[in-house]
């Protein structure tokens, strides 16, 4: 089975600290992404990566950047965290690019930003 | 502007009867849909998919229907049971392209 965790399941921050959100996948895929989930909007993309050191931005990308180092890794940091990057984080990963390919989930982080 | 619109947000359905998620679209030049499943506190799970060359999908209990003409989709679910309460996604993509998610509507079966 695939697995795809995320570092935290619940997060507080205040405002201008610097935020990383940690996502790890097992299965060795290739892509890895990233969302946030908010009523009413549902799942928005950030940034991907369909290879290490590569990323491309998502929709909504202003105020995030990413890295990932190694394969398996993708991190997404808030350099300067705001009220409005209050949300819930996914990350998902799969296996090759395209859209048909199904993407893998991990349980979310639920960021509070005060 | 949202592409991809799920007008209800909520549904409630009996034990046993069939449950209809319905999903509109905008963008004609999406050519593959999605449904994912999610439960509280897990990500999403993928569910079914349709190519848009085709306009019906069906695996067990689940079917996804497409109409092109009109822009959307629906979600069968035959018959419904309560583990199937959770909140669904519809998704869509253009030419493999990156997924655009629907707002979500949450399922409820009552047994």
């Known amino acids: 089975d695939v697995k795809v965790t995320q570092s935290s399941r619940y997060l507080v921050k205040r405002t201008g600290e610097k935020v990383f959100l940690e996502c790890v996948q097992d299965?060795?895929?290739?892509?890895m992404f990233w969302y946030r989930q908010d009523p009413g909007l549902g799942l928005r993309l950030i940034y991907f990566?369909?290879?290490?050191?590569?990323?491309e931005k998502g929709d909504i990308p202003e105020g995030y950047s990413v890295s990932r180092e190694k394969k398996e890794r993708f991190s997404l940091i808030l350099e300067s965290a705001s009220t409005n990057q209050t949300s819930m984080y996914l990350c998902?990963?799969?296996?090759?690019?395209?859209?048909?390919?199904?993407?893998?989930f991990g349980p979310g982080t639920r960021l509070l930003v005060l | 502007d949202q592409q991809v619109k799920q007008n209800s947000p909520s549904l409630s359905v009996q034990e046993g009867r069939i449950s209809i998620l319905n999903c509109d679209y905008t963008?004609?030049?999406?050519?593959?849909f999605l449904w994912y499943k999610k439960y509280p506190a897990e990500g999403p799970t993928f569910l079914i998919s349709?190519?848009?060359?085709?306009d019906k999908n069906e695996d067990g209990r689940f079917t996804v229907f497409l109409n092109k003409s009109a822009k959307h989709l629906s979600l069968h679910i035959v018959p419904s049971q309560p583990g199937d309460s959770a909140v669904y996604f519809c998704?869509?993509?253009?030419?493999?392209?990156?997924?655009?998610f629907g707002a979500g509507t949450i399922l409820r079966v009552k047994s």
């Open positions: 998902a990963s799969s296996l090759l690019g395209g859209a048909k390919e199904t993407q893998y």
């Open positions: 299965m060795d895929h290739e892509n």
């Open positions: 990566s369909y290879d290490v050191k590569m990323k």
């Open positions: 963008n004609s030049m999406f050519d593959y």
């Open positions: 998704a869509a993509s253009t030419y493999g392209n990156k997924l655009v």
């Open positions: 349709i190519s848009s060359i085709k």
